[in-house]
């Protein structure tokens, strides 16, 4: 019977002596040195396959052309991006300026009366547009003549006052106390009078033309209501859709 013929693999004794230290240093530094070759090598190849566009190397050739051009077309999109923002700056600063620039005039526009203690003063024939009288107390104050169009009266109290010839169109007249006032020939075309109250006011020739008046201030209007204002030339009643 044959035998099988098994080969012995020799290990190395744990009693052998190791190699100097001096060849294994010389061994580490000729791998890093190697590396380091091969980081070199890959540099070189990366920096062919993909040339640096510089100005010494523009335009000297059919590459150098086309690198030219893109360069260019990247410096015109700096510049544009350029333009854009001072565009913008300027605009910005234009928008910060401007109110300063309008804020005498629009100042000038109108006058504020808030809160403002008024009764019995002779404010007649003035032009009050865009005025406030919010919360004002003007009761018997003499306003004939003048003209609030557009003017803000929110909760302003005008009982007794005289009211004749004036122009309340486009007013924020909300709220307001207008009981036993001369409204005679007063303009209210388009005026807001919900929750105002109209009781022993005098409405003749008064024009309500498209104005917000609580039904039942209308309905007490109607009762009295006759004329025809002399600006508009509109019957009261028919403005008050009597």
Not at 28 to 49: G, I
Not at 114 to 123: S, T
Request: aromatic fraction near 6%; include cysteine; charged fraction near 20%.
């Amino acid at each position: 019977m044959a035998l099988a013929s098994v080969s012995l693999v020799s290990f190395p004794s744990i009693h052998e002596t190791p190699p100097p230290f001096e060849s294994t240093q010389k061994r580490t530094l000729s791998l890093a040195l190697e590396s380091q070759s091969c980081h070199r090598e890959h540099r070189r190849h990366r920096r062919a396959a993909f040339p640096r566009v510089t100005a010494s190397t523009r335009g000297t050739s059919s590459s150098g052309d086309r690198n030219g051009t893109a360069e260019n077309d990247a410096s015109d999109t700096r510049v544009q991006r350029v333009g854009v923002w001072l565009t913008a700056a300027a605009a910005a600063a234009a928008v910060v300026a401007a109110p300063l620039a309008v804020a005498p005039c629009a100042l000038a526009d109108f006058k504020t009366y808030n809160h403002a203690y008024l009764r019995g003063a002779d404010m007649s024939n003035q032009d009050l547009y865009r005025s406030i009288f919010a919360a004002c107390d003007c009761r018997l104050i003499n306003l004939s003549g003048s003209n609030l169009a557009g003017s803000t009266d929110t909760f302003a109290g005008f009982e007794l006052a005289n009211l004749e010839n004036t122009n309340w169109e486009r007013a924020l007249a909300d709220r307001v106390v207008f009981r036993g006032a001369n409204l005679r020939n007063a303009n209210f075309t388009n005026a807001i009078l919900s929750g105002s109250q109209f009781e022993g006011a005098d409405v003749t020739g008064a024009d309500f033309t498209d104005a917000i008046v609580d039904n039942a201030q209308r309905r007490l209007m109607c009762r009295k209501a006759k004329g025809v204002n002399p600006v508009t030339g509109v019957e009261t009643r028919e403005s008050l859709g009597c």
